[in-house]
Each structure stands twice: as C-alpha cells, then as structure tokens.
C-alpha cells in the first residue's frame, strides 16, 4: 500500500553513524541546516571539525545528507531519515516515569468508553509535541452486546444497539403499529435472548427462522432487520472515526509556514479511504511502523511523517495510534510513546474479550 521504503545503499561505519545522528538530533533541535563547527562543539564525537566535514562530505555523496542552497550545513534527506530510524527503532522504550503517568491518566478514564481513543490522542500529542493520532479497534465483524428499544411515540421508537467492541448506535424505527414501552421492552428481551453475542451474518440466519405468517411476529421481525442492517453498516466502514490532538504543534513547526502545505495534510486525514489503507498496511504488523516524506502512500502526506503501530486482536479488532509531524520528528520520543500506547491500548482492548 506504501511507498517502497528505500534503505541506505550499505552499513555506515560507528564515527559515520554517530555524526549521522548528532546531524539529525541537532537539525531536529534547530531547524536549521548544522556544519561541523556546531557538531564538535556540542556534540562529544571525538575528532577534529576536518574529519567532521569529511564524514560529512561523505555522508551527503551517499544521499543520507544534503546541501541546501549555498548554506555551509547539511540537512538530512528522507533517506538519511530512514537509516537513522532502522538504527534505533527497536531501542527506544518509554522512560518508567512518563509509563506511570500514562497508566495513570488511563486509570481515570471510564471503561470501554471513547475516552481512551481521545486521551490516546492527547497523550501522543503532548508527550511528542506533534499529533496525536488514533482509531477505535475496528473489528471485522461486530458482535451484537444488548439492545433497547424506548418509546418516542406510539408508532416512534429508538433502538440502542451496543457492541461487544465497546461502540453504540441508535437508530429511529417507524412502527407500522402503535406500541407502547410494555410492548417494546417485551420485544427487546426477545431479541437480546436470539441475538446475544451474534455477528451480522449469524444473526441473519437467525431472524430468517421467525414465522413470517405469524403476525406476533411482525414487530420482532421489523426491529430485527433493523438491527441486522445496523451491524452490517457498521461492518462496512472502512473506518468508524479517528481521533486527533495536537495539530496546532504542527502548524507551530516552519515548514508549515505556507498553509497550503497544512490544508493537503488535514484533507489527507479525512479520506476514510486513505485512513483504511493506512490501517490495513499497519495492522499486519508487530512493531512500529515509521512512514517518512513521500514514503506516505498519499501524495498529500509527503511533507510530513507518521509514526503508527496496531493494536487490538487481529481478525477481531484492530485499531492504530500514532503520531504525525514534519519529517524533522523527534522520532526516538515518538517510537517509544507511540509503542508504549499501543501496549496499553492493547490490554484494554483484552478486557472486552476476556
């Protein structure tokens, strides 16, 4: 679905990967392109500002750097991105401090609400000083958990479903006769005892077993299908809603300076079709997953960078929290957030299945 991830022509020697990465961490940190007088003055790599330009030099022959304009300093490219990340993707774990109080704000949060998805959002946000993204765990195939039905009128009802994935929908019945709550309380016991537990498809072969000659049950019937055609939208939704906190960090950072930029990236963020593939690209895996510049698979996306990893239980439900920045992302701070979060997000998700 992605881009090909391009990787570094070959291994880089240790003094070639520590100026690599003070070049990134200071770029990151400035904003501005960094020469080597910077490097040996902050950085403790233990040789001369000549062997600094030289690594350099070499560097940016190889693609991992290059040369803005007529600015003595380097920038990283995408690819000098890229091999820093492969570099430290898998060593990066979260300081037990920040742990503690993400479990704890968690904590205080109700069960199984949409709360965690938002404070999920936000804790990305805040914590990477970019956005916080993140999706509820879609499943594949929602499980019926209780429904009711209350009176509006004599021929208006509401039916509330709720989902076993933690999700709630309501929707308006017509009655083709009045019926009061009595009657529509009595019909939602009847159906919470045929449709407990069921997915779209098992309940569509259980409500085709009601006697449609028998005009009892006609009411069960009508709210059935109405339940049937609820989960089966719910099905089809590439995806139910992403969550986001944290852009205003974004439009902060000066290659958002020109709007324009910004605008492509919000609209990106509203094709659901978009954030289905983006999904789907990531919940196969089991780690994080960095997408850099024009590794994004939207054109729209190639500005910035998306930090993402699933969580949830394949073939059941799966969802995906993440980070989006500039390219220039503090990408150790957002790896490390971005897998703790998902662990989280993945015992909570095992409450609803146990």
Known sequence: MARRVRRSSGPLDLRSQAILRAVIEEYVT?????GSHALVERYRLGVSSA?????????????LLTHPHTSAGRVPTEQGYRY???????SVPLPPVEQLMIRHQFGQVEYASEHWFRLAATTLASLTRAAGLATPAKPSAAHLR??????????LASLILVLREGSLRQVLINLDEPADQAELSTVAAFLNDLLDGLTAADAERVLARL?????????PRKVGE??????QEFDAAAIEELFSDGLLNVMAAPEFAQSEKLRRVFAALENRVYLARLINGVA?????????????????MADVSLVLAPYGHPGQAVGVVGVLGPTRMAYPQAIGTVRFVSGLMNELVDHLYA
Do not use: C, F, Q, W
């Open 30 to 34: 400035t904003a501005a392109p960094v």
């Open 51 to 63: 062997t600094v330009r030289a690594v350099l030099a070499e560097l940016e022959a190889a693609g």
């Open 84 to 90: 820093y990340v492969e570099s430290i993707i898998d």
């Open 146 to 155: 209780h429904l009711d039905l209350v009176s509006i009128s004599d021929r």
């Open 211 to 219: 006697d449609e000659a028998e005009p009892a049950a006609a009411l």
């Open 226 to 231: 109405r339940v049937l055609h609820a989960l």
């Open 284 to 300: 196969g895996s089991d780690r994080v997953v960095v997408y850099i510049g024009s590794e994004n698979p939207a054109e729209d």
